[in-house]
């Protein structure tokens, strides 16, 4: 998933690379395969699509890639580091291990999981930092799609391997699904909050959730409130169980629920006040329904970047497996692992985001971009499953409300709310689990518990932030970088 400011038209363009189902299994065929259960498994064949990625490198490159560079040299980078190895850095040492861990408890369900130990363990051991990982069976790929281009991997001799690897394994999938693919180029969908834009891709990502919890927090004087105060983070919790009772009901691929009143009605400022009345500030709400169109209107594992040049444009770019590792299933001789992306469908017949041949599922990977009259303000991204939408929303309350800069915004505590109404079906019945950072502090925590919120300490599940500022005034980018996350701030 990517938004791309585009300098020269003062435009920004949204890119869904998101993969669909198979074509050719129905739910009926899905619901057999998962004898009977209402959910469908993070592991094994049956949670993998069609991988958008591949695709979505060269519509990026093709639309907006500098032609004084090839891909063959972009991908030249990638393929050295595979075949030579890197040494690996803590944070992703550390969860890659676990992953490892958690997936060797799940290996009968994993066809082939040897592939998998072959190409995410070194010589059968964990990984650890500073040892130095190679992947040679993935710089052959790459080497692969760089002589052959996009079509080497949709349509090429890579289709046939991973086709003949999915007979093997029983998933799904098949050749023409690959064949088939496409991304979809897309106008990202926007908000205001105070005197911000805020851009998001629409479903079936849950960037709207973001936008949502906007609409509802402009509601309240938040500046009123000490920062990190029990009153500041349950208002926002509030705000965000309400987005997220929506999130669960109407977010979904489009092309499979097509109502555009849908994605115009919850984006409605007046919408968003009345839910705003729904929030108490005296009591944690328990158990949240979605909200009811009234309107008479006309008839939406993660690495996070972000880059801007000389010329102005920048780029909000994210791509994930989805949990951990993906879905264990990794085709001989390929060095990669499929995503499990096919998890976040629904199995719950009339349900928006239930299972369907050659859809979509339900995304959490969200780029987001926010301009200020017009400019550029900043690229941005938290990585993290469900916190994404929270974290973006606690980065601009920092920002805005707050007037932190671009990094204090992200190094401040953050909250993390879970157990909540979801799109798989999931119901919130006890107002969901509360995590919190060391950085709020006991007497706020004790605050929050009278509040009627069940408090959960630190999880390590709290995202992971980058983002690039424009100066417009110094004429000068400002880059930030996550501290919870491996990753860095760089400038040449």
């Given at each position: 998933m990517?938004i791309?400011?585009?300098?020269?038209?003062?435009t920004?363009h949204?890119?869904?690379?998101?993969?669909?189902?198979s074509?050719?299994?129905?739910?009926?065929?899905m619901?057999?395969?998962?004898?009977?259960?209402q959910?469908?498994?993070p592991y094994?064949p049956?949670p993998?699509?069609v991988p958008?990625?591949?695709?979505g490198?060269?519509?990026?490159?093709?639309?907006?890639?500098?032609?004084n560079?090839t891909?063959?040299?972009l991908?030249?980078y990638a393929?050295e580091?595979a075949?030579?190895g890197?040494?690996?850095?803590?944070?992703?040492?550390?969860?890659?291990s676990?992953?490892?861990?958690e997936?060797?408890?799940s290996r009968?369900?994993?066809?082939?999981?040897?592939?998998?130990?072959?190409?995410?363990?070194?010589?059968?051991?964990?990984?650890?930092?500073g040892?130095?990982?190679?992947n040679?069976d993935?710089?052959?790929?790459?080497?692969?799609?760089?002589?052959?281009?996009?079509?080497?991997f949709?349509?090429?001799?890579?289709?046939d391997t991973?086709?003949?690897?999915?007979?093997?394994?029983?998933c799904c999938?098949?050749?023409?699904?690959?064949?088939?693919?496409?991304?979809t180029?897309?106008?990202?969908?926007?908000?205001?909050?105070?005197n911000?834009t805020?851009?998001e891709?629409?479903?079936n990502?849950?960037?709207?959730a973001?936008?949502?919890?906007?609409?509802i927090?402009?509601?309240?004087?938040?500046?009123?409130?000490r920062h990190n105060s029990?009153?500041f983070i349950?208002?926002s919790?509030?705000?965000k169980?309400?987005a997220?009772?929506?999130?669960?009901?109407?977010?979904?691929?489009?092309?499979?629920f097509p109502?555009?009143?849908?994605?115009?009605?919850?984006l409605?400022?007046?919408?968003?006040k009345?839910?705003?009345k729904?929030?108490n500030?005296g009591?944690?709400?328990q158990?949240v329904q979605?909200?009811?169109?009234?309107?008479?209107l006309e008839k939406?594992?993660?690495?996070?970047?972000?880059?801007?040049?000389s010329?102005?444009?920048?780029?909000?770019?994210?791509q994930s497996?989805?949990?951990?590792?993906?879905?264990?299933l990794v085709?001989?001789?390929?060095?990669?692992?499929?995503?499990d992306?096919?998890q976040?469908f629904?199995m719950f017949?009339?349900?928006?985001?239930?299972?369907?041949?050659?859809?979509?599922?339900f995304?959490?990977?969200?780029?987001?971009?926010?301009?200020?009259?017009?400019?550029?303000?900043?690229?941005f991204?938290?990585?993290?499953?469900?916190?994404?939408?929270?974290?973006?929303?606690?980065?601009?309350l920092?920002m805005?409300?707050?007037?932190?800069?671009?990094q204090?915004?992200?190094?401040?505590?953050?909250?993390?709310?879970?157990?909540?109404?979801?799109?798989?079906?999931?119901?919130?019945?006890?107002?969901g689990t509360?995590g919190v950072e060391?950085?709020?502090t006991?007497e706020v925590q004790?605050?929050?518990k009278?509040?009627?919120h069940?408090?959960?300490?630190?999880?390590?599940?709290?995202?992971?932030?980058?983002?690039?500022?424009?100066?417009?005034?110094?004429?000068?980018?400002h880059?930030?970088?996550?501290?919870?996350?491996?990753?860095?701030?760089?400038?040449w």
């Amino acid at each position: 998933m990517a938004i791309v400011w585009e300098p020269q038209n003062k435009t920004l363009h949204g890119l869904n690379a998101g993969g669909r189902s198979s074509h050719n299994v129905t739910y009926d065929q899905m619901m057999k395969n998962l004898n009977g259960s209402q959910f469908l498994p993070p592991y094994g064949p049956y949670p993998v699509n069609v991988p958008g990625c591949v695709d979505g490198w060269f519509q990026l490159y093709n639309r907006f890639g500098s032609k004084n560079l090839t891909m063959s040299q972009l991908l030249s980078y990638a393929i050295e580091y595979a075949t030579n190895g890197f040494p690996l850095t803590q944070i992703i040492a550390a969860t890659w291990s676990s992953n490892v861990v958690e997936l060797n408890r799940s290996r009968a369900a994993v066809p082939l999981f040897q592939n998998f130990l072959k190409t995410y363990t070194i010589n059968g051991s964990l990984v650890r930092e500073g040892l130095i990982f190679k992947n040679p069976d993935l710089a052959k790929t790459l080497q692969t799609i760089a002589n052959g281009g996009r079509d080497a991997f949709y349509n090429g001799t890579l289709t046939d391997t991973m086709a003949e690897f999915f007979k093997e394994v029983g998933c799904c999938l098949t050749r023409q699904d690959f064949e088939t693919h496409y991304s979809t180029w897309e106008t990202p969908i926007n908000t205001t909050y105070r005197n911000y834009t805020v851009f998001e891709l629409q479903p079936n990502t849950q960037g709207l959730a973001t936008l949502q919890m906007l609409n509802i927090l402009e509601n309240f004087n938040l500046s009123s409130y000490r920062h990190n105060s029990a009153e500041f983070i349950h208002v926002s919790v509030e705000a965000k169980k309400l987005a997220w009772a929506d999130r669960a009901k109407y977010y979904a691929d489009p092309l499979f629920f097509p109502d555009a009143s849908i994605l115009k009605w919850l984006l409605d400022k007046d919408y968003a006040k009345n839910r705003s009345k729904l929030i108490n500030m005296g009591e944690s709400m328990q158990t949240v329904q979605a909200g009811i169109n009234t309107h008479n209107l006309e008839k939406g594992d993660t690495i996070y970047m972000t880059t801007a040049d000389s010329s102005g444009m920048m780029v909000s770019f994210i791509q994930s497996n989805y949990q951990g590792l993906g879905s264990g299933l990794v085709p001989t001789g390929l060095g990669f692992c499929f995503q499990d992306r096919g998890q976040l469908f629904s199995m719950f017949p009339n349900t928006s985001n239930v299972y369907a041949p050659g859809k979509r599922p339900f995304h959490t990977i969200i780029p987001a971009f926010v301009t200020k009259g017009g400019i550029p303000y900043m690229s941005f991204g938290v990585m993290g499953g469900a916190m994404q939408p929270q974290g973006q929303v606690q980065i601009l309350l920092n920002m805005i409300d707050y007037k932190m800069d671009v990094q204090a915004a992200g190094d401040s505590a953050r909250w993390y709310h879970f157990n909540d109404n979801e799109p798989t079906g999931e119901v919130m019945e006890n107002g969901g689990t509360l995590g919190v950072e060391s950085g709020i502090t006991l007497e706020v925590q004790n605050e929050l518990k009278a509040l009627g919120h069940k408090i959960s300490p630190a999880r390590g599940e709290y995202g992971g932030y980058q983002a690039i500022m424009w100066d417009d005034e110094n004429k000068a980018y400002h880059g930030a970088s996550e501290m919870r996350k491996d990753g860095q701030a760089a400038g040449w």
